[in-house]
């Protein structure tokens, strides 16, 4: 008794923990200041729409329905681009980002996303809302799908909107259960200057496709979700607790 009540403390102290970080981070983390148009005549451009991307889209968790049905959450993502780049340097590290988890039915939740940093003077918003469907907990290898739509807005020169299309399932390793899965990004990006339609296209679409690496600790109401994406050209790492109060 006196073990558990010690995890769950230790439980709690990293959640504040973390919560504080988060909110440091959202009211001061600089995305990227860059001047875009110097970059058309290079393929840092399609770079910089990938890494942004693939940094903004939810990261897909799976949450089986318990007697909780909303969970919300904080958590922080950080990209490592594996191909160089002049943008290598630009970003602000780790992205924070505020989670919702609303359970409609028993297999079937809604997912929310919020993020806010600055790019130069500029505060930029990030918006994820989407749907996700669960196989529950008692099957041998549980799953979970997901669609989530994903819009970028706040730089004056550059907007961004992605769907996220996941799927995962997990394997038991040992003690613990390993969230495997594959997912996929289509983004469109638009540019807004005068001269973007004669140095560049103004609008730029594609496909990033990855594999997913995670686990989901849990304890009473609380989890902690560690999760790494692979691409062939970027990697993503997040780290996010979720708390369940209703």
């Not at 983390?29 to 693939?54: G, H, N, P, Y």
Request: with cysteine; aromatic share 14%; hydrophobic share 40%.
């Amino acid at each position: 008794m006196n073990q558990t009540k010690s995890i769950e403390k230790k439980l709690s102290t990293t959640g504040g923990g973390v919560l504080l970080l988060v909110f440091l981070t959202f009211g001061f983390s600089q995305w990227a200041e860059v001047d875009v148009r110097d970059s058309f005549t290079s393929t840092d451009i399609k770079i910089f729409v990938e890494s942004t991307t693939f940094g903004l889209s939810p990261n897909p968790s799976l949450i089986f329905f318990s007697k909780n049905r909303v969970f919300v959450g904080v958590g922080l993502s950080n990209n490592l681009l594996l191909n160089s780049s002049i943008y290598q340097n630009q970003f602000s590290g780790w992205v924070p980002k505020f989670s919702a988890d609303i359970f409609i039915t028993n297999n079937l939740y809604f997912m929310g996303r919020l993020s806010q940093f600055y790019s130069g003077k500029d505060i930029v918003h990030s918006h994820n809302y989407g749907i996700a469907l669960t196989s529950g907990e008692d099957t041998t290898y549980p799953w979970q799908t997901s669609v989530v739509f994903c819009n970028l807005k706040g730089p004056q020169d550059f907007a961004l909107r992605d769907i996220s299309l996941s799927m995962a399932t997990l394997v038991q390793v040992a003690d613990h259960q390993i969230q495997v899965g594959l997912g996929k990004e289509m983004y469109s990006a638009r540019f807004f200057f005068e001269d973007a339609n004669i140095l560049f296209p103004n609008g730029m679409k594609g496909e990033i496709n990855y594999i997913l690496l995670g686990m989901h600790l849990k304890r009473s109401s609380i989890g902690i979700i560690p999760q790494i994406r692979f691409n062939p050209g970027l990697i993503r790492a997040s780290f996010r607790m979720t708390w369940g109060i209703g």
